[in-house]
């Protein structure tokens, strides 16, 4: 480390003007925000860039050895070697980061890098179909977080900006660091946090080598489905090179996996307290069983180029083809007689402080489902980055990246029953909550479901709004949304090393443009077709049985199941045009420029005795957006192109600093405007809208004739003033760390969904006369007055050798996070907490690994917090309050160091040991199920090879 040699006082008067200068400017205004004067019009989003533009490689990794050399703590490649080297890369780092490493080529800790990332200090995992998918990150959801490939932004698979990180097989992965703090020279950072998803260097790997691996997936959930697969295979191979005296590297990895899925779920369609002393019964209910497989191949590959310690050149480039599949079988309960559903509510119901606990419904039809579901993602990036120069002089980097995402999802509903219409054999049901909500509710019935003479396709309900469906109903729903993001991005930067109290100066340039679009796959951008039968057929005999679907865990017993996309693609529906114009607003796009300056000044000096490191910077970031829709009027259904736009600009300082107590001991220190843009689909132009005739002469704004609903293309993003503090502690040799950090962030906006004027001149109106004002009040999203959130984190990795010999071997890795905030995010609702917020979340590991050997167990857990729940496609916004989960994973393996099988390992893994289930109700009484979901055991059992 560089040292000054002058009078320490002097640093420590620069150090605090320095301190001084960056607080003054982070209380200066930091927006400037103005009318957009002229926007480029977006570019077609089906139109292909005409060269696809690799993204810029990440940072040289450290180099993977057999044996990791850390001090004088020899440990072997492994999970230990593993932990002791992301302690290392922790220590380096001159922000506050977590860090995983990879055990060796192609061997994350765990099956799925969501997986890994939850059991971080502060970072925890929502589960969708019981796998982690999306990151919460200090309390935060994922909106607020970015993901980065090798240093460059990646593209998102939903409507909003979070990644899906099951997108990214672990194995083709050898490093993750999620910054904590913020970096002025690192581009795309979010306002919790920024996870870089790192592949390996060839050139810093030491030899040619080859890996493979293969494994059998399986639940332990036994299938309720009778077609369902319970087992699948994952396969890696990877292979790294050099070549022409180690001045090129070459390295190359793939991944295939199908992996099966197994659940039982409970839906409720909510509470109907319309009955004698507001008495809540439950509206009606959606039970399923799920079977899925998910089927990704993922290609990575590397090359690496430095013929001279004055050029290096490194390009990547990434594929993944994901797929998921599912089959969902249950029957639709239509209940509450308020809700027309026909049903009669029987005397003698139970009531239980205000809840209808037991109730007896007769004149009961059941909408039986075969439904099929099928999400395409289709990801590539890639990038170039060039490095001209030196450590010692001027060392420039040109940076090229571009990352793109297609989405295409496939719904299919079919209907079958006992009735047409409400016409036809009616079952008598009944229903029982558990005092404490639990499971949900359990059903008792009469008739036989599993009977495929008595049943026939048709709709028992008669529900379907489109007049053409009249007098049946419809028989069927079928949708295919569609949906592309892409970015392509350039950076310049250059750095040249300084005397004193800044050590290196660095400057930088970055631009930045993303197109995002979502469609719905109807005729003129309707929302998918209505299935009827053939020649208007009231009803048709049910195709040929693959078996039962067993629905005993609702007491519904066994169902008549069959091939609902054999049935739809035998021609057997017709297909009637969805023609709700409402479902339009759906189809948006959304364009992006960014633009970004940067200047980073790295510290290396001493405070007295005290090395001091870290770095003070600023990005100056000018948006330009604008944003295509659709707005609809709901009273006449006509349907017009709009559009919006807006330009803001950012001004971002950072100040990090790095105080070395000892040589094992440091306090860092970061001060920080952070930024977090919106999701896209908030940003979209648009918007239902509704003219009210009986106001058109009215002149006051509070009783306008017009009002919509919609996105809002002026969002800006949610920018924080943080405040992060971490005292870490290494053990001697690093054999282990603790560490204690906590942080403050100051939203000074947040996002609400608030009334707004809006202007609807040009707009249609339904009256004679021209309205009296063309003003009225839209309800969307809004940058408003923030709140605060704040957190202690507490973290530990120690081996069992620190305390005895005997326990050689053994060590613990645990973390306990607390977060508290005061956002309120539905004005309406002040005890509405922030999306995604766990006040508590703990993670624990205990793990063995000695002469081959290794095992180990874990355990995660996060208080309630409010989230949304879906089991396919992009989430909603439809939230519920989640109730606390403790899930349980292991792993044993062992790995021959010697003989005709040195190198090859055998591995069981399993997750979610203890069948931990998903529970949420509809509000903070947890009697109220609204979702309850179990996913069983999963295993994996398989070997690895390397030489």
Known sequence: MHTAKSHPNLYRNRICAAAALFLTLTTASFTSAQNAASVPPLPPVEKQPSVAVPPPPAD????????????????????????????????????????????????????????????????????????????VIRG?????????????????????????????????????????????????QGLSGTVDLQTLRPLSHPKRTIAASAFYEWTGMKPDNADAKRGGLRETFSYIDQFANR???????????????????????????GFPGGANLMGGAKPFVRTSEIGRQGYMAVIEVAPSANFHSTIDLYYSDFEETQLLRGIEIPLSPNWGTGTILQPGYTVDRGLITQATLTNF?????????????????????????????????LDLSYSRVKRRDFVLETYSGYAVNGVGTPDTITYNLAPDGGAGATFTHQLDYSDGTQMRLGMPQGWGQNAALRPYGQHG???????????????????????????????????????????????????????QLKNGAASAPLPPSVGVTDLSFIGLGKMYSYDPMALYNSGFYDKIANDDPTKMANNWSVAEKVSIAYVKLDIDTKMGSIPISGNIGAQVVQTNQRSNGQAIDNATLTINQVSGEHKYTDFVPSLNLNFH??????????????????????????????????????????????????????????????????????FKDHMGYFSIAAFYKKLASYTYNQKAIKDFTGLP??????????????????????????????????????????????????????????????????????????????????????GGFSTRMSARYRSSYRGDIATFGPRGAVYRNLQPETVVDAQVSYTFKKGALKNLSVILQAYNLTDEPLNASSGADTRFVQDYQKYGVNYSLGTSYKF
Do not use: C
């Open 247 to 273: 001045k090129i590297g070459f390295a190359i990895g793939i991944s295939n996996s199908n992996r099966p899925g197994q659940g039982q779920q409970f839906n409720s369609w909510g509470y109907d307290n």
């Open 140 to 188: 935060l959801n994922g909106d607020f977080s970015t993901a980065l490939l090798n240093g460059r932004q990646q593209v998102s698979t939903n409507s909003g900006r979070s990644v899906e990180f099951d997108q990214y097989p672990a194995e083709l992965l050898n490093n993750v660091v999620v910054y904590k703090a913020t970096d002025a020279a690192l581009v795309g």
């Open 365 to 397: 039809f059941g909408v039986v489902r075969n439904d099929f579901a099928k999400r395409n993602d289709h990801l590539f990036a890639s990038g170039w980055n060039l490095e001209f120069g030196n450590k010692d002089g001027w060392k420039t980097d």
């Open 60 to 135: 040289p990794v450290p180099t993977d050895k057999e044996i990791i050399l850390l001090d004088s703590f020899r440990v072997e490649s492994g999970f230990r070697g593993s932990l002791a080297a992301a302690a290392q890369e922790k220590q380096s780092q001159k922000v506050i980061t977590e860090v995983i490493h990879a055990e060796d080529i192609g061997k994350l800790p765990d099956i799925s890098i969501a997986e890994s990332l939850s059991r971080l200090p502060g970072l925890t995992t929502q589960r969708l179909n019981g796998r982690a998918q999306a990151i």
């Open 661 to 730: 107590l000892t040589e094992k001991d440091a306090l860092r220190l970061s001060i920080a405007r952070q930024l977090a843009r919106q999701p896209m689909n908030d940003m979209r132009a648009g918007s239902t809208y509704s003219f009210d005739a009986t106001k058109a002469t009215s002149t006051d704004i509070q009783n306008s004739p017009w009002s919509a609903n919609g996105g809002n293309p002026k969002l800006e993003p949610w920018r924080s003033n943080s405040v992060d503090l971490s005292f870490e502690h290494y």
């Open 765 to 850: 109106w339904t009256t004679s006369l021209p309205p009296a004002i063309y003003e009225g009040y839209s309800t969307i999203p809004q940058n408003g007055q923030g709140g605060m959130i704040k957190g202690l984190e507490l973290a530990v990795s120690i081996p069992g050798e620190k305390f005895a010999d005997f326990l050689k071997g053994f060590g613990v890795i645990a973390s306990a996070s607390f977060f508290k905030s005061s956002v309120q995010p539905d004005l309406n609702n002040p005890a509405t907490s922030l999306v995604g917020l766990s006040d508590r979340v703990r993670s624990f590991t205990v793990y063995y690994e000695r």
């Open 477 to 531: 729903f079928v949708k295919g949304p569609v949906a592309r993001d892409e970015i392509i991005q350039y950076k310049l930067g250059t750095q040249h090393p300084l005397k004193g109290l800044f050590s290196r100066f660095e400057v930088g340039a970055v631009f930045n443009r993303r197109n995002k679009y979502e469609t719905e796959s109807g005729p003129n951008g309707m929302e998918g077709y209505f299935l």
